[in-house]
C-alpha cells in the first residue's frame, strides 16, 4: 500500500515538475521542449512521468526510514524530470532545487526531533556546504560550461547523500563525474571535435542514486 501511494505521489510530482519545465526557456546550448519533434516529445515525457513514478515508489520500498523517506521519494519523483530538463534544454531551474531543499530540511529535521539524534543532519548540513562549495569552485574555473543550476543541484546531492555518510557523498561525486567524463569522451568522439557542450546534471543524478542503490543494499554503508 505504502509503495502504491509513493508511486502515485511520485506520478503526480512528476507531471508537476513536467508542467513546470514546459514553461522554461533554453539555455544559448539547448532547445525548448515544445520544438523537440513529437516522437522524442512523447519519449521525455514518458521518461519523466513514469520514471518519476518509478523511482519514487523504489525508494519507499527500499528506504524504510520515516520521516526523510518523503524527502528522499520526493527527490525521486524529480530526478528523471530534471535529468530530461538538463539535457534538453541544458539549465536546471533553481525553484525545483529550493523545493528539495526546503523538503529536506523539514524531513531531515523532523527525523532528528523524533529520534533525538542530529549527527545525521549536522553531517547533511556540512556535506551540503562541502558539495556547494566545491561546485562554486568549478562554476568560477569553468565558466559557460559549469552553471550554476550544477552547483545548486551538487550542493542537493550533497545534503542528500551527506545524511547517509561521508563514504556516501565522496562515492556519489566520484560516479557522477567518473560518468560525466565517460559521457564527454564519447560525445567528442562522435562529434568529431572538442567544443561538444554536455549537460552535467544527468550524470550527477545517475551517479548519486547508484550510490544510494548500493547505499540501501549494504555496499556503501559505512557512517565515516
Avoid at 519523483?77 to 534544454?89: E, G, H, K, R, T
Avoid at 523545493?99 to 526531533?113: C, K, N, R, S
Wanted: proline share 5%.
Amino acid at each position: 500500500m505504502w509503495t502504491t501511494t509513493a508511486a502515485f505521489s511520485g506520478l503526480i510530482v512528476a507531471a508537476l515538475c513536467w508542467r513546470f519545465a514546459l514553461t522554461l526557456a533554453p539555455d544559448e546550448h539547448g532547445i525548448p521542449l515544445s520544438t523537440l519533434p513529437r516522437n522524442r516529445w512523447l519519449a521525455a515525457m514518458c521518461a519523466a512521468l513514469l520514471g518519476g513514478a518509478a523511482g519514487a515508489a523504489g525508494t519507499a520500498a527500499v528506504w524504510p526510514h520515516q520521516p526523510d523517506v518523503l524527502a528522499f521519494a520526493l527527490f525521486a519523483a524529480v530526478s528523471p524530470c530534471l535529468a530530461v530538463i538538463d539535457a534538453v534544454l541544458h539549465r536546471l531551474p533553481f525553484v525545483v532545487a529550493g523545493v528539495l531543499a526546503v523538503a529536506v530540511a523539514i524531513a531531515f529535521g523532523w527525523d532528528a526531533l523524533l529520534s533525538g539524534e542530529s549527527d545525521a543532519l549536522m553531517r547533511a548540513v556540512w556535506a551540503g556546504a562541502a558539495a556547494g562549495a566545491f561546485g562554486l569552485l568549478l562554476w568560477l574555473v569553468f565558466p559557460g560550461k559549469f552553471g550554476f543550476g550544477d552547483v545548486a543541484l551538487l550542493s542537493v546531492i550533497g545534503v542528500f547523500a551527506g545524511s547517509l555518510s561521508w563514504a556516501a557523498i565522496w562515492a556519489a561525486l566520484f560516479v557522477g563525474f567518473t560518468l560525466a567524463a565517460l559521457g564527454a569522451g564519447v560525445a567528442r568522439w562522435r562529434a568529431g571535435r572538442t567544443g561538444a557542450h554536455l549537460p552535467l546534471g544527468p550524470f550527477l543524478l545517475a551517479g548519486w542514486w547508484t550510490v544510494f542503490a548500493l547505499y540501501a543494499a549494504g555496499w556503501v554503508n559505512q557512517p565515516l
